[in-house]
Structure formats: structure tokens, C-alpha cells
């Protein structure tokens, strides 16, 4: 098994351009999320997916969008990027159940918004 | 130790001895507990995780301790090794798949 499997994993982009950020996992995890990390600060959820056609909001949503069509894929757009969104973003997925909130992480994606 | 803040601490050990590293968590009413290694470059790995109606649990060379009375988590590693060093941040569950995760201890190990 890959696990989760984000790219790309460098990526320099200029304010107002758009791109996707791809993640996708083989484990058939019914949970994916997309999280960011800043420096001095702690992993902040971005948005999440319970399922295949569900999506909702995390603590930090504003800027991007996601859609999950399969239970798989779960990517993650920037539709215009700004220097704020300059960040480290990690994909995760885990199983859905009480007994089980272990997230695993894809190894993220660095980007710079110049 | 580590907390919800804007400071990275740094833990710097020598090979062989015992690591300690300390979490303050934010609500009593979290029911769960995890610890996360991140290496540099990398994404977080799961190392351990602990329930709320336990005290203590054990791993491989990995010990958590959880303190409710003070809302402190604490990671024990045993005979550090240099290929222990990273940073290391503990997440508490406060709902659904709500996980609010610290910032983050750095442990460098010297040989």
C-alpha cells in the first residue's frame, strides 16, 4: 500500500493563480482532510470529507475549495492564491469510528505564493 | 513544554538516555489523545495514542502519561536514539474527527 499519496510536493505560484493540490489514498478510508501548517503554529483544519460526495469546512476554509468524488481522491483547489496561503499543506485519511481517530499524513506539499 | 502557542522548545538529549516531552492540552472534555513525529520534510506519523479513562499506555520504547486533574499529557521515550530526532506534537479530540493539534517539541539527539 502507498498510503497517502500527495502532489506535488513543491510548487511557487504567483498571487491570483489557481492550481490543485492532488491526494489521494489506498487504504479505503472514509475520512480525508486537508490540513496547513505555519511555523509556531499547530496543523489547522482546512476542510474534510466524510465520504464520497460529502465535504465541510474546517477552522481555516477561506481561499479553497474541495470536492471528493470518489473514496479515494480528495483534492484541494486554490482558486486565486494569495501570499497568505503561502504554507506547508498536508493531506490525512483515516477510518470513521469511535475506536479510531488516527490520522495517516501524506508527506505535503510546500508552496510559495510570491 | 509544548502548548497551543507561538514558540518552537527544543528538548536536546544524549543517545541512550530517557526523553521527556510534555503537552498542555486545552479542554477537559477531550476524550482522546495522540502523539505525532514529524521528521523534516516529512508528513506526522502516529506513535501512540491514549483514551481519556486511562492513565498510562505503553508502546515500543514509547510510554504516554495522562494527567486530567492538570490537563497534561506527557511522552516518555526510552533509550533515545538518534533516529528519534524531530519534532514532536500532541493532538486532543474535542468532537468528530475534531482533532486540535499542538505546536510542536523539537528533540535533538546527540550521539
Known amino acids: 500500500n502507498a498510503g497517502v499519496t500527495q502532489t506535488p510536493k513543491f510548487q511557487v505560484l504567483k498571487t491570483g493563480q489557481s492550481m490543485t493540490l492532488q491526494c489521494a489514498q489506498d487504504?479505503?478510508?472514509?475520512?480525508m482532510s486537508w490540513y496547513r501548517q505555519d511555523p509556531g503554529m499547530g496543523l489547522r483544519l482546512i476542510h474534510y470529507s466524510v465520504g464520497a460526495g460529502i465535504t465541510d469546512q474546517g477552522e481555516v476554509p477561506n481561499g479553497y475549495n474541495v470536492s471528493r468524488s470518489t473514496t479515494e481522491d480528495f483534492p484541494l483547489r486554490l482558486l486565486s492564491a494569495a501570499p497568505s496561503q503561502t504554507s506547508v499543506y498536508f493531506c490525512?485519511?483515516?477510518?470513521?469510528?469511535?475506536?479510531?481517530?488516527?490520522?495517516?499524513f501524506g508527506s505535503g506539499t510546500q508552496l510559495s505564493v510570491l | 513544554g509544548e502548548s497551543v502557542g507561538l514558540h518552537l522548545p527544543t528538548l536536546s538529549v544524549q543517545e541512550g538516555d530517557n526523553s521527556i516531552i510534555n503537552c498542555a492540552y486545552s479542554?477537559?472534555?477531550?476524550?482522546?489523545f495522540i502523539w505525532y513525529k514529524q521528521e523534516s520534510g516529512k508528513g506526522p506519523q502516529f506513535i501512540i495514542d491514549i483514551r481519556s479513562n486511562m492513565d498510562k499506555r505503553q508502546g515500543q520504547r514509547v510510554t504516554v502519561l495522562l494527567n486530567k486533574t492538570v490537563k497534561h499529557l506527557s511522552l516518555q521515550i526510552a533509550a533515545t536514539q538518534p533516529g528519534d530526532s524531530a519534532v514532536y506534537f500532541c493532538a486532543e479530540r474535542l468532537g468528530f474527527q475534531k482533532l486540535v493539534f499542538g505546536t510542536g517539541t523539537r528533540l535533538l539527539v546527540s550521539p
Open positions: 487504504m479505503n478510508h472514509e475520512y
Open positions: 479542554n477537559s472534555a477531550s476524550d482522546y
Open positions: 490525512a485519511s483515516s477510518y470513521i469510528g469511535t475506536e479510531n481517530e488516527k490520522l495517516f
